[in-house]
């Protein structure tokens, strides 16, 4: 039998209604963030590349010290901006190499022409999560990259909102998703439930994050 939900109805559209103006201007920045040309949209894919098994604050931490080198710095060099006091030195840094000269090599760094080329919503998020060439980015990533570039309808399924949609009752249990298939019907019965609560889903997603974090961040 499923548990009774911990977190009602009542309490999620009352914060609702307290952060939907932060909510909404924050969904405003990201769209914005799309139309300031492919060298901020590959930073907001590198940002999604180092907040990976990390967290928010330290992707944006890590980005910072490094995004004034982001475009052309070789492999060496981001490691070595990266070797003190910044988890995945080593790693991290040659995803970014790797899928960079990548996207110049078979795109000609046109990341925003790209991205506009698939038919459908899935398709372009199954391309990211999918592509060896692009290293560091899953499901999980490849929907907050999308996102954060303004993209609508993708469910970031991270610790934290797993963790709402369980004590909201919409999931039975909050383990991470660990094929497509799981990804995405978590993803339905999270938009299903937004539907029913007249949410929108991709306030939703910043709702519950700020509810587990405090802050309504990218």
């Known amino acids: 039998m499923r548990r009774s939900p911990s977190l009602t109805l009542q309490e999620l559209r009352n914060d609702s209604?307290?952060?939907?103006?932060?909510?909404r201007?924050?969904?405003?920045?990201?769209?914005?963030?799309f139309h300031a040309g492919d060298a901020e949209i590959f930073k907001e894919l590198c940002f999604c590349i180092l907040a990976a098994n990390s967290s928010a604050e330290m992707g944006m931490k890590t980005l910072a010290a490094i995004e004034d080198i982001l475009l052309e710095a070789d492999l060496p060099t981001l490691r070595n901006r990266l070797s003190r006091g910044f988890r995945y030195w080593r790693?991290?840094?040659?995803?970014?190499?790797?899928?960079?000269?990548?996207?110049?090599?078979?795109?000609?760094?046109?990341?925003?022409?790209?991205?506009?080329?698939?038919?459908?919503?899935?398709?372009?998020?199954?391309?990211?999560?999918?592509?060896?060439?692009?290293?560091?980015i899953g499901w999980k990533e490849a929907s907050h990259f999308l996102r954060n570039i303004g993209y609508r309808g993708y469910a970031i399924?991270?610790?934290?909102?797993?963790?709402?949609?369980?004590e909201l009752g919409v999931i039975r249990r909050s383990r991470k998703p660990l094929s497509p298939?799981?990804?995405?019907?978590?993803?339905?019965?999270?938009?299903?439930?937004?539907?029913?609560?007249?949410?929108?889903m991709d306030e939703m997603d910043l709702l519950l994050w700020s509810r587990k974090t405090g802050k309504i961040l990218k």
């Open 17 to 23: 209604l307290q952060k939907r103006d932060a909510i």
């Open 25 to 33: 201007s924050r969904l405003k920045e990201f769209e914005r963030r």
């Open 91 to 136: 790693v991290r840094p040659s995803y970014i190499v790797h899928t960079r000269d990548y996207l110049r090599r078979e795109y000609g760094f046109k990341l925003r022409e790209l991205l506009q080329s698939f038919p459908d919503h899935e398709s372009r998020r199954a391309f990211l999560a999918c592509n060896k060439d692009i290293k560091g």
């Open 157 to 166: 399924l991270d610790k934290h909102i797993r963790n709402c949609l369980c």
């Open 181 to 200: 298939d799981r990804y995405r019907r978590i993803e339905r019965k999270m938009r299903a439930f937004s539907n029913r609560t007249g949410i929108d």
